[in-house]
């Protein structure tokens, strides 16, 4: 079971960078490039499947790929390797890239090529994951900096050494010798809404995924122990390898030698318990109403939508109506209200209007028309919308009060909460 | 004497300062320069390249560094740069790491095609494994055993010993990992691999325990006896090792079951080693990482009894918007979950509902899905859902939601007057053509299933609505707008199949509904321009008609029409199949068909020609029986069905034998006693990171002391005589649940709670933090903040 090697593409389709391969064929690698470019160019808007079926002279094999930014990143497999393996190492590499690099772009990624290729040499030997955790990497590979790159042109590169201790760490994910002036912890805690809500306005499905951030400064090895005033809320819990799963199960309190800097610390599912989905009374509610009435006719057709807020303390921010308008779409033509802007993007055929705020008691509306070359014209069945909701909770989970053990100083914590959904709205 | 002093001070002093400034200006133009080299490495002119050996060559490290640096970006542009290989390895001992690390990355990609000059660096890395650094090490023998120089294979085997008694695990870890590489450049080499590996099995580090699991699965997949010693103390370990690790050792661990333990039947009489593993492997299901999620997942679908099995529903449902190829690739598992314990997905059906933004193979898996779960229960939610799915954009998703209704009423019965209505509905309003045409191809099949012979047409209906003649009769009606080949045939066929009006008043000709004769009317008006599959339909729909009214003047001029539309079509199959069926006729209607023909010569038609003639009751049996079976349209494939293989997400054969399917349970396990080892009874619960452990309070060492069991002696005495010993493992048991209370507690407890209670400030335990609560301090970036005191 492993992962032949890795590719990363620009937009222009043309690799930057490529892993040693383990097959000894050049070929390889270029066919799973070809086969990917190809499989974009044909795919209808974009949409491609994850893993491309490859049929090569060398037997079969398949390319599973993601992307991150303007980049593809390709992962070509033969053998029977489980695909979810692949593209969760894809996922950690990303985070990690992000680490080191902040944004993942062409243009960062051509900058610090040589970081890249230590990070794969690092994380990947041959085909299996090798050092992912981010404590333990930096350790071994020195992030990009400034400094760094200062040192390195005045020809000091003693400093510029990666630590000369590496792995002293007896914990893996935590590096060794941590010091701050002020030793601070902060917790994001992020809720994603999804729901699906059909052409009555009823809610057909809905759950609020979490997420809570850290941000970790401390010093030396701290011992926490973070406690929540309702942790009832918190479902289908998953988290961090530093968290005591045990401590978790018995008294629903998390025990934790934290990495030091950014982590996600846990995951959690909030909405309708297994055995109520059924019943649409038990579903969270969608913060906004969307009234829309389509009319399609032979050419293109007519809409007109209008977006309230049902939340009374907070703005929605940030609210983004997307309508896929369907193959053969030309053109459309709206009005806003209140300031709000539209678009219609003519490469992946969709209206986008965007609400920067909105409030509760203000109706917002778009009116207009749009054309289309297909007769009659199939607009999407569904709106998707997007939001954001700062400072607020769907779960309204709270943080109870963090002890800290194993450690002399005093600690502050921040706790800050955010909401963003993700709603298809039917019509 | 001051003044002197000063004046030379300040002399000095800026002459000092014009000094540093001259170094500083110099420095930074190197800086500028570096900066905007560093992003073109990639377009690196001509002339650049060939400095690149006098650079190596330098005895600057800066220069060196830009050397190596330019021929990286050149292979990742994808030039050959081999050429270089000589000036490269010079520098493969440099001091500096990241020269070195550079070095080795082009070493690895060119050694196979220079292994000459790449045997001249091996005296540098075997130097390096007696390096301090274990980073230095592990490198070395990473780079050793990747260049894959048959020639040095023992050299490499020789370094995978030294490093597999490694003080440090991650060079341990190197060294597992290195035999793989070492056993697929040269399996002669297995022999003496076989004992390191089971010297690593011994490895106390979760660090390097999921590579070693990875080693021995590449290597020597079927010695699963040299685990019986480890077994217990690799399930105890699960938990530690790194998520990487954990996927590896679920699946040794998984295999490891299959093949030596019994199969469990209920929870109650598991065998212990398989509890331990179960128990073991479940606090997985928390893992953030998906691969772990589903690894345990595999163990508890193919190894627990299925009552365990609900306890994977929730953690791989949860993975499903982590990302759209995480979405997709979970659910080509669950179609296959689904498939078999439906029961436990079906309350959560809801969350399987397709997105209009979905990529078309997640939403037709989520369909397969959700007609898994269907039920007497929650039909009707999910034909409301796959209606609104017959309105998407993608047509060929369109046209899989309507089989999906088909599906949902050959299943579950109580649908079927819903679905019927639905593609009913799909047909009256203003379809797409996609919808129309596979609801026209559902409906066909859904009457043929139900009304296998004609003669019960008008006792049967399939929907209380919804008779099936009048189906038939409006999708007849609707014959114009049904454009699809395909679909119209059907339309043609249904209207042949059930044109008899027995026991019904007709208005038209005798013996047939009134509406079938103006079908075959508007359908021979375009012939000429329909698709063979169209005018064999429309030939049979002729003679079926003819033989149900019989002799009628209109009605046998048009049929002839037909047939002579027929005889001289284009196509052959066309040609042919009105030959055949006009023979058919000849017995019955001696003229009818073939009398326009007779002219033309056709020996066949012609009267006087010998043969079988059939009679009317056999010609009916020919054309209205002959087609009995109903093909279902999809069919549960036991093919690809395998968790966690690329097969199974792919539907189709990567041209291997899996290795990711479990062996077959044998018939008994084999005997428990095997793997009893006596360093297990020293033990450490088995939740607690052993490396967190070490790093509280010392305190906690009380809890590492170890705790010996009075040894068991293994008894060879077979089943009976064991049960002492399994009572003995029950003991062990409850001495880990209450030791893992215990040290649990004591973790926290211990040290930092008991004084903590009376330590904790009052408004630590007052100031409760609300998320978008307008108390509490509020930073600049929206954080609440608290300060919290130490615990000690």
Known sequence: MAIDGLIILEPSGRPIIQTNFRTTSPVYPLLHIDAFNDALAKSPNGQLDPVIYISGHQGPSACCHTECGDLKLLCPVSGDIDPLYVFAFLSTFVDVLSDYLGEVSTSSIREHFDVVYQLLEEMLDDGHPLTTERNALSDIVLPPSLLNKILSVTGVSGLSKASATPF??????????????????????????????????????????????????????????????????????SFHSCVRLQR???????????????????????????????????????????????????????????????????????????????????????????????????????????????????????????????????????????????????????????????????????????????????? | MSSINLSAFTENASRLGARI????????????????????????????????RKQLDSSSDREKLDGIKTLIALISKGRDVSEFFPDVVKNVASQNLEIRKLVYIYLLRYAESEPDLALLSINSFQKDLTDSNPLIRAMALRVLSGIKVPLIGNIVVLAIKKCAADVSPYVRKAAALAMIKCYNMDPSHLSSLIPILSGLLKDKSPLAIGSVALAFQAICPTRLDLLHQNYRRLCRMLVDADEWGQVDLLDLLARYARTMLPKPERIDDMDQDMKLLLECAEPSFMSRNPSVVLAVTRLFHYLAPPSERHKYVDPLLRLLPRSKEIERIVLSYLVV???????LFAP????????????????????????????????????????????????????????????????????????????????????????????????????QSKLPSRNSVASSTISPSHGTLEVIAKLAGKIEQIKHPSARACVLWLVGQYASSDGIQSNGIPGIVEWAPDVLRRTVKTFSSEAPIVKLQVITLATKLHLLAGEHDILSRLIRYTFSLARYDLNYDVRDRARMLGSLLTGIFPTAVNGSSERSGDAIGTEGVGGVVLRREQVMLVLFEGKQGVVETESWSDEHNLLGSLETV????????????????????????????????INVSPFTPAAVRSMTAPGHFSNMTPVVLTPR?????????????????????????????????????????????????????????????????LDDNGYHLQEVDPGQ
């Open chain 2, 713 to 777: 002696t293994a008894s060879p005495l077979g089943p009976a005589a064991n049960q002492p010993g399994k009572g003995g493992w029950e003991d062990l048991d409850a001495f880990y649940g209450s030791e893992s209370a215990e040290s649990g507690s004591d973790e926290d407890d211990d040290d930092s709670e008991g004084e903590e209670d009376s330590e904790v400030e009052p408004n630590d335990s007052e100031r409760r933090e609300g998320i978008g609560e307008d108390g509490g301090d």
């Open chain 2, 21 to 52: 400034q001259e170094t500083l200006s110099e420095r930074t133009r190197d800086l500028a320069l570096t900066r905007s080299v560093a992003s073109s490495y990639f377009d690196v002119p001509e002339d650049k390249v060939k400095n690149v």
């Open chain 1, 248 to 427: 978790w199960i018995r008294d629903k309190s998390l025990s934790f030698v934290p990495p030091d800097g950014r982590f996600v610390l846990m995951e959690y599912r909030h909405g309708p318990s297994s055995s109520t989905t059924l019943d649409s009374t038990r579903q969270l509610t969608i913060p906004f109403a969307l009234s829309p009435s389509i009319t399609i006719q032979e050419h293109g057709g007519s809409f007109d939508l209008s977006v309230t807020s049902r939340i009374s303390s907070k703005p929605i921010e940030q609210l983004v109506v997307e309508l896929y308008l369907g193959e053969g779409a030309t053109s459309a033509n709206c009005l806003a209200s209140g300031g709000a802007s539209w678009g219609f993007d003519p490469k992946t055929l969709t209206l986008r209007w965007e609400l920067s705020k909105i409030t509760q008691g203000s109706t917002n509306t778009l009116r207009g028309t749009f054309t289309s070359s297909a007769s009659p014209a199939r607009p999407s069945r569904a709106f998707r919308i997007t939001f954001d909701i700062p400072q607020h909770s769907f779960s309204g989970v709270k943080v109870d009060k963090l002890k800290v053990a194993g450690e002399n100083f005093k600690v502050f914590k921040g706790v800050r909460g955010r909401s963003t959904g993700d709603i298809e709205w039917r019509w």
């Open chain 2, 348 to 447: 959560l059906h809801a969350r399987f509902y397709v997105r209009a933004t979905n990529i078309y193979s997640t939403k037709r898996d989520k369909i397969r899905i959700l007609l898994n779960l269907a039920t007497a229960e929650n039909y009707q939610p999910l034909t409301r859902e796959f209606m609104a799915y017959a309105d998407d954009s993608d047509d060929r998703f369109v046209s899989d939601a309507i089989h999906a209704l088909g599906r949902c009423a050959r299943l579950v019965p109580q649908s079927m007057p819903d679905c019927v209505i639905a593609l009913m509905s799909c047909i009256s309003k203003n379809s797409s053509d996609a919808a129309l045409s596979a609801s026209v191809v559902v409906l066909k099949s859904l009457i």
């Open chain 2, 650 to 681: 792919l539907g189709r054969s990567m041209g291997l034998d899996s290795a990711r399917r479990l062996p077959d349970w044998l018939e008994e396990g084999t005997e428990p006693s095997l793997r009893d080892n006596e360093d297990d009874e």
């Open chain 1, 168 to 237: 002293s760490s007896p914990i893996p994910w935590r590096k060794a010798g941590v010091r701050y002036n002020n030793n601070e912890i902060y917790f994001d805690v992020v809720e994603d809404l999804r729901a699906i809500v059909n052409k009555s306005g009823t809610v057909l499905s809905s759950n609020a995924w979490g997420r809570i951030e850290s941000n970790s400064r401390l010093s030396g090895t701290p011992d926490l122990v973070l406690s929540f005033l309702n942790p009832t809320v918190l479902q289908d819990c």
């Open chain 2, 337 to 343: 979950l689904s498939h078999d314990s439906p029961s």
